[in-house]
């Protein structure tokens, strides 16, 4: 539920009230506006005393109930959009950020020569796989800390922030210690022990939309992470499991205006697995831009044919400022 005090309400009454408030079974979460201030207050409502009793109290304005299950992400508890850092840089609240690499980093020469055609363009936040989820056992899992030390060595050289992605709880805390924003892909999405240990880091989280997950589900999601102590969160669509073929998946542009309209944080668009094939990622990323979307998460690689995975869908990144100058006129629209 949601606690509106009165406009102007001083401080040590904030207190008093988030004091009640957790008298009553809550964890009172506060954020102050201009005028006014509200308090989340999470927790099942079903198991704790009801909240109306406080709407008696003189610095209380109204208690509001918050229907849906992701409280802490939605726009009742936080009208205005939120922006994340990673590194030094801002995505959301009109900061939009592309955030390119290959999708599995392979050797330190290659990452090197992919990190400097990207940097070439004012791209200023890498991706890249030190650890790779596999539908097959036998394709190329990752370099492990190997590729973490790579991504390392990439950030000292060329001051970029680094995303890269979580795949078990072994290595959750070897990873923070590199990347600037820990990924969550869509294999993980639902896996909810895991959302648990990665909140628990202090990390900024870019959390992909699970391959089948509604957009209840994939924002409670986001609510797992936020009620055991992430920061702040990324959303990522990338694409969902539909009847069709021409695609990998099926980019649900939808879904990033049902999202942007229903949660506080910024929203981004992977056009790369959703394509699955590279004259179809500018398409896509055209059509996220439209959509309203925060940033894009985009594939490349200096040698594609030659890439360990996801061969098909990578962009050249000799040739990645042919992409970045496409997107240049729209995004300068959008955002103007």
């Known amino acids: 539920m949601i606690i509106v005090l009165r406009p102007h309400t001083p401080d040590h009454k904030i207190k008093e009230v988030a004091e009640l408030t957790k008298n009553l079974g809550y964890d009172p979460r506060i954020i102050k506006g201009i005028e006014h201030t509200v308090i989340a207050a999470v927790g099942d409502e079903l198991t704790h005393l009801s909240l109306e009793s406080l709407k008696n109290h003189p610095f209380i304005q109204n208690v509001l109930p918050i229907q849906k299950p992701y409280k802490l992400a939605s726009r009742e508890y936080h009208a205005e959009s939120s922006k994340v850092k990673i590194g030094q840089y801002y995505i959301g609240a009109g900061h939009f950020q592309v955030i390119a690499g290959p999708c599995a980093v392979e050797s330190y020469e290659q990452m090197k020569q992919a990190t400097k055609d990207i940097v070439a363009t004012g791209v200023k936040i890498i991706r890249g796989g030190a650890y790779k989820p596999r539908t097959?056992?036998?394709?190329?899992?990752?370099?492990?800390?190997?590729?973490?030390?790579?991504?390392?060595?990439?950030?000292?050289?060329?001051?970029?922030?680094?995303?890269?992605?979580?795949?078990?709880?072994?290595?959750?805390?070897?990873?923070a210690e590199v990347a600037d924003c820990l990924q969550i892909g869509a294999r993980n999405c639902q896996n909810y022990h895991l959302l648990e240990v990665v909140a628990k880091v202090g990390k900024p989280v870019l959390l992909k939309r699970g391959m089948a997950t509604t957009v209840s589900e994939w924002l409670s999601a986001a609510e797992y992470l936020l009620v055991n102590g992430c920061p702040s969160i990324i959303l990522c669509e990338r694409g969902i499991r539909t009847f069709e073929t021409a695609t990998r998946s099926t980019l649900d542009v939808g879904a990033v205006a049902v999202a942007k309209q229903e949660t506080h944080y910024p929203v981004i668009v992977d056009p790369s697995h959703a394509a699955g094939k590279v004259s179809l990622v500018l398409p896509l990323a055209k059509a996220a831009i439209g959509a309203g979307v925060d940033g894009l998460i985009v594939e490349t690689h200096p040698d594609p044919v030659n890439a360990s995975s996801d061969a098909a869908q990578q962009i050249a990144s000799g040739k990645f400022s042919e992409f970045m100058d496409s997107l240049r006129p729209l995004i300068e629209v959008c955002y103007k």
């Open 136 to 175: 097959s056992p036998y394709a190329f899992q990752g370099l492990g800390s190997e590729g973490l030390d790579i991504l390392q060595a990439m950030k000292d050289e060329f001051k970029v922030a680094v995303v890269t992605e979580i795949v078990g709880v072994s290595h959750v805390d070897k990873t």
